[in-house]
């Protein structure tokens, strides 16, 4: 049995220490917040074997460029003049091509579908109550291009193995009956499953204090103590802490601490944000906007809309322009739902760590043999959760890995 510390409390972390206890090792998870926000509360909720195209994908740096001075566009890079985010963003140019998507399809699908089995697992092993459906996700489409776009993805989805497929408008409003749609036309990913996910981290999160996991909240690691390739303490900003094994899930703040091991970590933080309403929609199949890039999901007693991937370093200042972005393609998209003053006022928002190539960094890396670190999953850190944790667990238990895991390498070039 080893006493492994992890550093960051969301849904990679929990998992984590999860899948650890359960190897019989001893575990304490350290969070700088409450554990109450941030990124993997106001998520979308998705379990998205249909994401399996990497951010950086051909002709995104193009649109990024586009976007850069519109604050309300569906990816919004703020230029700056740092050395971190230059370093970043040329790596992501070089990384949206072809055959970079090519080599992430299979990783991004297997570990995206090994993590959805892991949430049924969990949940019935554990006889855990979180919601969880398996309605699938629809793509929704206002404009011809759009769609032509998406039904490629779709036929690329299905040649994976997925259950993707081109709906006409009769088969649209076959699935949603109750709700008035503008679009062209949709694609329908049956693949697909949603959650709520608070209720999730509140479950899990109980379910670790009952078996013995520790919790140190409001709690910041400051820095690293390392002694020939290994950590020998971390200290915080209330006490210094000893361990066998250490897990960096910590999120955006990754690299900050990464750093200290004298890893360069290219991470950037990414904002998305959420607006939610108890308003009856009719909506009941999770949805993604595609023009607007505003994912649309029904959760237990409320709907939720969510989206916009904002490039402006760590912050959690929020941008009312891009909640009204959100609110206005709503609209657009769904003509009899108008979300309320009260609702965008109430909107929330999170980070999420982006690595240039659109791939967490799962693994070890040559700099220390005693941590393994489990960020960088952007908006795919809800469906690739379990599966991480499973991963981590695995790693510092020394068993083989459930999956290939060298395409995730911390230490990979770009």
């Known amino acids: 049995m080893k006493h492994c510390i992890i550093i960051g409390g969301g849904i990679i972390g929990l998992c ?27 998520n979308a909720g998705y379990l998205s074997p249909s994401h399996i195209v990497p951010l950086s994908a051909p002709g995104v740096m193009k649109k990024g460029l586009k976007w850069m001075f ?18 970043w963003v040329l790596a992501f140019n070089k990384s949206c091509n072809a055959n970079h998507v090519k080599k992430a399809i299979p990783a991004i699908k297997s570990i995206s579908l090994l993590s959805q089995d892991l949430y049924d697992d969990i949940k019935q092993t554990e ?27 779709a036929h690329l989805a299905k040649q994976e193995g997925l259950d993707a497929s081109e709906i006409s408008l009769q088969e649209l409003k076959t699935l949603e009956p109750n709700v008035n749609i503008n679009v062209k036309g949709a694609t329908y990913y049956k693949c697909d ?14 379910y670790l204090q009952t078996v013995g996991v520790q919790f140190l909240l409001n709690e910041k690691v400051e820095d690293l103590t390392v002694d020939n390739r290994k950590i020998s303490e971390i200290k915080t900003n209330k006490q210094s802490l000893k361990a066998d094994e250490f897990v960096l899930a910590a999120g955006s703040w990754s690299n900050l601490l990464s750093e200290k091991l004298g890893l360069k970590l290219l991470l950037q933080a990414g904002k998305g944000y959420r607006i939610n309403t108890t308003q009856t929609t009719g909506i009941q199949i999770p949805s993604i906007l595609t023009e607007a890039k ?36 709503t609209t657009r998209f769904y003509p009899n ?10 909107a929330a928002c999170g980070l999420r760590p982006v ?39 695995e790693i510092i238990s020394n068993h083989t890995t459930s999956l290939d895991i060298n395409i995730f390498t911390p230490d990979r070039r770009f």
């Not at 304490?28 to 106001?42: F, P, R």
Request: charged content about 20%.
């Open 16 to 42: 984590s220490a999860y899948y650890l206890q359960k190897e019989g090792h001893q575990v304490t998870v350290v969070d700088q917040s409450g554990m109450d926000s941030g990124a993997s509360y106001v």
């Open 127 to 153: 006889n855990f109550s979180f919601h969880y459906e398996k309605k699938g996700l629809l793509m929704l489409c206002q404009t011809e291009k759009m769609l032509e776009e998406e039904v490629k993805t």
């Open 294 to 329: 505003v994912a649309v999901t029904p959760m237990n007693g409320f709907t939720r809309f969510a989206g916009t991937m904002e490039i402006a370093g760590i912050n959690n200042t929020i941008n009312n322009t891009r909640v009204e972005a959100i609110s206005q393609a």
């Open 193 to 206: 499953s949603h959650t709520t996910p608070h209720e999730f981290m509140v479950e899990m999160k109980t």
């Open 355 to 393: 690595t240039p190539d659109g791939l967490p960094y799962i693994g070890k890396s040559s700099k220390c043999e005693n941590l393994t670190i489990a960020t960088g999953h952007a908006m795919m850190g809800w469906s690739m959760g379990t599966a991480t944790g499973k991963l981590v667990s």
């Open 337 to 346: 739902v108008e979300l309320t003053q009260e609702e965008k006022q109430d």
């Open 70 to 87: 519109n604050s309300s566009s569906p990816l919004y890079i703020k230029p700056r003049l740092e050395s971190d985010f230059l370093k």
